[in-house]
């Protein structure tokens, strides 16, 4: 297992929309187990593969922050068949370290995915879960939770980035 690098807002891959999963075989499971270990290394509840620079439709939530393995969701080529209500908080992303604003997001989200065994699934959730959800297949389509916020905070957001000195994880391949 190894803990990944996690590509910040800046890298163009961040911004792209990520190729469909069709290979469903043991580098994908070791890709997954990955994603986790590096989800649990950096606190997020949530992570996408682009974060770690590989544009790939394939995400890993547990809202538990590892504290129970049983909530443990991966969703491969996932696309939402239903949204519904509305909910409003403050939202982090691992690609902006440290910065958080408000984000609307739907309070209800259905989503339609592939499993590791490539087996559709179907998954249904509802705040911190959905919110989860929502944000990391917006990852998949290249969008970022800034173009989610208001223009302020969007501004306040992208000028600390700058500021920031992140490591550029470019050009590694890791799946
Ligand atoms: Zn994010």
Do not use: W
């Not at 593969?49 to 129970?68: A, E, F, M, Y």
């Not at 691992?94 to 179907?122: C, H, M, T, W, Y």
């Not at 306040?156 to 992140?166: A, T």
């Amino acid at each position: 297992m190894a803990i990944l690098d996690i590509v910040y807002y800046g890298d163009p891959r961040l911004e792209k929309v990520s190729e469909p999963v069709a290979d469903f075989d043991i580098d994908l499971r070791r890709f997954v187990k990955d994603l986790f270990e590096t989800m649990y290394y950096t606190n997020g509840v949530g992570l996408s593969s682009p974060q770690v620079g590989v544009n790939k439709r394939i995400l890993v939530i547990d809202t538990s922050g590892g504290n129970d393995r049983s909530k443990q969701v991966v969703l491969i080529n996932p696309v939402i068949v239903q949204e519904s209500g509305e909910q409003k908080g403050q939202e982090g992303c691992l690609s902006f370290p440290g910065l958080f604003a408000d984000v609307k997001r739907p309070n209800v989200v259905k989503v339609k995915a592939q499993d590791l065994d490539g087996k559709e699934i179907e998954v249904e959730g509802k705040e911190l879960f959905a919110r989860a959800m929502h944000h990391e297949i917006d990852h998949l389509d290249g969008i970022l939770f800034i173009e989610r916020m208001k223009k302020s905070d969007r501004d306040n957001i992208v000028k600390k980035m700058k500021k920031m000195s992140l490591p550029v994880n470019k050009d590694k391949v890791l799946i």
